[in-house]
Structures are given as C-alpha cells and as structure tokens.
C-alpha cells in the first residue's frame, strides 16, 4: 500500500536553529500538508500546498516557517529560528485530489532544546 | 466558535464489547467527516469517513453515524480487540476547503 515517507522520525535541535523536515508523499497525489501536533493536543493544519504554491496556512503558520517541493518527489518544511514552543510532532499528508486519498505519514518528532 | 471535538478523552472497553466513541461539530457547513486512528508514535490512520448527505455508513467491525440535526457523529467499534487501543480522532472538512479540523481525541484502552 502507497505510505507518506518522513524522515527523520525524531530530531533534536537547540532554540535558534533553522530545522527541515522531510517528507515523501504518494507518488501520484497532487495535494501535500503539514500538520503539528503538541504532546497530547489536537493534530492542527499547518498549511497546504498545490501546484507549487501555498493554497492556504494557518495563523500558526508564521514567517518563521516554509514549505518547499524542490524535486519531483520531496516536499519539506523549513523552520528557521525554532523556538520551545515549536517542539511537537509534525505530520505530513498528500492527497489524489482535495480531500480524496488523504495519507498521513509517521511524523517527525521535533524537539527544541 | 467553529470546533469539532470528542465528549470524553478517555474510554475503557472490556474486550470483546463494543466501543462507541462521540465527537461533537458545531459548523453546519462542515459537510465531510473522518475518523482516525492513532497508535503511539505513529500518524493518524483513517478508520472510515462520511458525507453529510448519509446518516451511516458501515466498515468492517466500524460503523459511523452521523446526527446533522444535533451536530454529532460516532464510531462504533463491534467486538474490541487489543489491537484497537489507540486514540481515536473525529476530523471535519468543509466543502471547498482541503484542510481537515481535528478534535481532541479520545484515548481508548481495551482489558482483557
């Protein structure tokens, strides 16, 4: 079965520190998300991305961060002065078309110290 | 405000019993509902999902049912198993949007 890749699964990186998370989704999907999940919250909408440009993000979603599809088959997510507060475990997603297929992927545990 | 969310954050189930699981939305534009799956140090994993257009819809061994008039959605697990201790999450999409709105989540432990 077609799976979301994201590598690392877990990163460690002091406050300050730009950080990108990576992620390989389904070959053949079109639509690709971020989500961040604090430690026992909610999974949150980070932001989404089609046609090479961002359809739409969250208020989360603020000038410290950017999403990038530098090749055919990577689509990553830049954090560049994290903070502690950054510190969550962050999903990708893609999806065939809009909201069809969604697919989630393990997830990057981020860890700022 | 717009939310979706679970009533309980945590369920404990006898295996073997059923489990129903609730989640409350309160966007009446909202017109398309997912249930997740989430295993510890994993991602969400869809279980089954419905439009508002139906008021059930059934899987293998899951059943959603979807209250449009009191704004209210439920998973049924038949027969829980081991393998089903997770925490469950209801998601809502709005028609046009691709995001989904998460609610948060309710931890289901089954005893043997």
């Known amino acids: 079965e077609p799976e979301v890749t994201q590598t690392p699964s877990h990163q460690v990186t002091q406050m300050g520190q730009e950080v990108i998370l990576r992620c390989v989704p389904i070959?053949?999907?079109?639509?690709f998300y971020w989500y961040r999940q604090i430690l026992g919250q909610k999974v949150e909408f980070l932001v989404s991305?089609?046609?090479?440009?961002?359809?739409?993000k969250s208020e989360i979603f603020d000038d410290q961060f950017s999403v990038e599809r530098p090749d055919g088959s990577n689509f990553t997510l830049k954090i560049r002065s994290t903070k502690l507060e950054d510190s969550a475990m962050y999903f990708c997603?893609?999806?065939?078309?809009?909201?069809?297929?969604?697919?989630f992927g393990s997830g990057t545990r981020l860890t700022v110290v | 405000g717009e939310s979706v969310g679970l009533h309980l954050p945590t369920l404990s189930v006898q295996e073997g019993d059923n489990s129903i699981i609730n989640c409350a939305y309160s966007?009446?534009?909202?017109?398309?509902f997912i249930w997740y799956k989430q295993e510890s140090g994993k991602g969400p994993q869809f279980i089954i999902d419905?439009?508002?257009?139906?008021d059930k819809r059934q899987g293998q061994r899951v059943t959603v049912l979807l209250n449009k008039t009191v704004k209210h959605l439920s998973l049924q697990i038949a027969a829980t198993q081991p393998g089903d201790s997770a925490v469950y999450f209801c998601?809502?999409?709005?028609?046009?949007?691709?995001?989904?709105?998460f609610g948060a989540g309710t931890t289901v432990t089954v005893r043997a």
């Open positions: 998601a809502e999409n709005r028609a046009g949007d691709y995001k989904l709105s």
């Open positions: 966007n009446s534009a909202s017109d398309y």
């Open positions: 997603a893609s999806s065939e078309g809009g909201i069809y297929g969604y697919t």
């Open positions: 419905i439009r508002s257009n139906m």
């Open positions: 991305f089609y046609n090479n440009e961002i359809s739409e």
């Open positions: 070959s053949n999907h079109l639509y």
